[in-house]
């Protein structure tokens, strides 16, 4: 295995050297997928409220407790909140 290869280790995407792009681009691509899920649903507006909460959101706090996030990415990041919670 190369330092460079992604790996998964207790919940985290990273390289052998410390590179944790890959933990930010799952947070990532959960919460789009998860707000898609939620954007045409048949859903009251609590409940799809609860899943973007546990399924989208869950994923981040865990990862931004440990890994630093630059402001344009938690930008982004509540950029797609705001969009998934307008959705629900």
Known sequence: MNL???CRYLRYWGTGNGYMRATKEVVR???ITTRDLIKCHPLTP???TELFTS??????PFS???IEWSESELNDVKRLCVQAYKYA
């Open 55 to 60: 399924k989208g959101m869950g994923v981040f």
């Open 46 to 48: 609590k409940l799809a």
């Open 4 to 6: 460079d290869d992604v």
């Open 64 to 66: 931004a407790a440990f």
């Open 29 to 31: 691509q959960k919460i």
